[in-house]
């Protein structure tokens, strides 16, 4: 069986991050009929991307995530952002502060070098973000979108635990399992 997979870092305060999206479809007024909200339960940053595997291949990643080692660190979150820019966003997502730049990114270069093997690989520069809205059609300027609402300081959050998910794409939004789950040492 062929399973898509992808390694990522859970949050530990989805209530407050789901909080914030709410207040950002508020201050969409009638452009929020043009986000589509990922739900509270998918709320987690992607560290790797790693596609489409069969059982084997899931067997080899499993043994590989498995040996890595990590502390955990709580963090701030930032500003809001989007891909592939703010002026023409077709996803908005939730970065965060400075501290927390620099320890998830140590976080997903640890995980990228330990599944250098089986990730999809990536020239573009890593962002930790976590997706907060995908477009239905189109882009959207996030300036005029969320001009009151350009972060979201003041939540804090905790990486304790990192997850190679399944994703199944449904015509609802994507569905995750998880396959194997570490927590920090």
Sequence with gaps: MITRVFV??????????????ENILIQAGSDSSKLKKVEKQNLHFTLTYIGDVDETLLERI??????????????????IGGFPNSNRARIVWLGVDEDGHKNI?????LVSEKL??????????FIPHITLFRLRNGSINLDTLISNHTSA??????????????STLTPLGPRYTDIITMTSK
Excluded: C, M
């Excluded at 003041?154 to 997850?163: E, F, K, M, W, Y």
């Design 62 to 79: 499993k043994t590989n995530f498995s040996e890595i080692k990590f502390t955990s660190f709580e963090f701030n979150y930032g500003n």
């Design 105 to 109: 990114s140590k976080l997903w270069q």
């Design 153 to 166: 300081t003041g939540i804090s959050d905790r990486i304790d635990h990192l997850t190679v998910k399944q």
């Design 116 to 125: 250098a093997n089986f990730a999809k690989k990536d020239n573009d520069p």
């Design 8 to 21: 990522s870092a859970e949050i530990t305060n989805k209530e407050r991050v789901a909080a914030a999206q």
